[in-house]
């Protein structure tokens, strides 16, 4: 077993999430010249351009004397810590050591470093074990569609950010005027088991002329979406209101097992007005994105402070307990003994 696959052992809780996948680390554009730190998997990691351009992942610690190597600056294609100047490549191999004497050879010692892989303007970095690992996801943005991103730092497990993306019938409730209104149209959920996770296919609701963003389908238009969970981590939102389509992709990093920080990508594509479109939703859903903040932050605090499990599951909770199992079927914690206890599939029937 190899030294990083030991340490990673050590380091990472099996509860919040499995290792052996790729985290999005950070947005392309986040990561210019200059050293920037993140945490994943309690994890703390440094990333940095080199002038090839090439991003580099190294743990956060410069193996002299511990310091934060993310303080100190990017020289050459190497980052050097700002306590006593050790250069460190992007493979962790010490390139520089100011100090030193006549004969005396540089550091053998490396830093840890990770598989990098830069795609779709994101970073993704892989900390597991296995020295091939197959890529990353693609979400590539679709030509003609609108885009725009969120980047937010939740208080929260991402099991709660999960289940919260993935749940509609909190809609016209915690985001009541905005998003829907207050639940009014029986509607149809179809949940189903992927290989990768599970799908929702909600239908029977129609545009109900109330002032929310659902105005847009007009009174009586058909809305349909599917709500679907990809292991472990990626939760995609697609609605179809007339000729308009929004993808919503929501990307969880775990940094602990408390907090994640949460990458959230929407396309719309909603001729001729897609560009007004793509502005006007980036507006609304980054007030959709703070109000599910402050819900989410408080849950997490009032489990902390309460513990146990929900106490009322009720049929429109359906989607976020076939979620919950589908999360847990492929954690470590519960490998050893998962199945899917329930049927492949479910359709169930509540107000929205
Ligand atoms: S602590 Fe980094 S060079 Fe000394
Ligand atoms: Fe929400």
């Not at 993140?38 to 990691?45: D, G, K, N, S, Y």
């Not at 100090?99 to 550091?107: F, I, N, Q, W, Y």
């Not at 992927?194 to 929310?212: C, N, P």
Request: glycine residues 8%; charged residues 20%; aromatic residues 8%.
């Amino acid at each position: 077993m190899s030294a990083i696959r030991l340490e990673t052992q050590k380091l990472i809780r099996p509860m919040i999430c499995d290792p052996e996948n790729w985290f999005i680390a950070a947005r392309s554009d986040q990561i210019k010249r200059r050293p920037l730190r993140r945490i994943i998997l309690e994890r703390p990691l440094v990333l940095f351009r080199e002038s090839s351009g090439r991003v580099s992942v190294l743990e956060d610690r410069c193996p002299h004397k511990h310091v934060a190597l993310s303080l100190g600056r990017v020289v050459g294609d190497s980052i050097e810590c700002p306590y006593h100047g050790l250069c460190f490549g992007g493979d962790g191999r010490c390139t520089a050591q100011p100090s030193r004497a006549p004969d005396e050879p540089l550091p053998q010692k490396r830093v840890p470093h990770f598989m990098v892989v830069e795609q779709d303007d994101w970073i993704w970095v892989y900390l597991g074990a296995n020295p091939a690992p197959p890529p990353p996801p693609r979400y590539e943005k679709i030509l003609g569609y609108g885009w725009f991103e969120l980047h937010n730092l939740m208080q929260a497990p991402m099991d709660l950010v999960l289940e919260n993306g993935l749940d509609c019938s909190h809609t016209g409730i915690a985001h009541r005027g905005l998003f829907r209104s207050y639940p009014s149209q029986l509607v149809t959920s179809s949940i189903e088991e992927t290989a990768t996770g599970i799908r929702v296919r909600t239908t029977g609701e129609r545009g109900s002329g109330g002032l929310d963003s659902m105005v847009l389908a007009g009174r009586g238009t058909a809305i349909e979406h599917i709500d679907a969970f990809i292991r472990p981590h990626t939760v995609r939102v697609d609605y179809w209101v007339r000729k308009a389509h929004f993808i919503t992709i929501l990307i969880c990093t775990p940094e602990t097992a408390s907090r994640t920080r949460v990458y959230t990508r929407q396309g719309v594509l909603m001729p001729p007005v897609t560009a007004l479109a793509t502005l006007a939703s980036q507006l609304v859903t980054r007030k959709i994105v703070s109000q599910d903040k402050r819900i989410l932050e408080n849950q997490a605090a009032q489990i902390e402070l309460f513990g146990g499990p929900s106490r009322i599951a009720t049929m429109a909770d359906a989607p976020t307990t076939w979620l919950r199992r589908a999360f847990r079927a492929k954690s470590p914690a519960s490998a050893a003994t998962n199945a899917y206890p329930g049927p492949r599939g479910e359709k169930v029937h509540y107000t929205l």
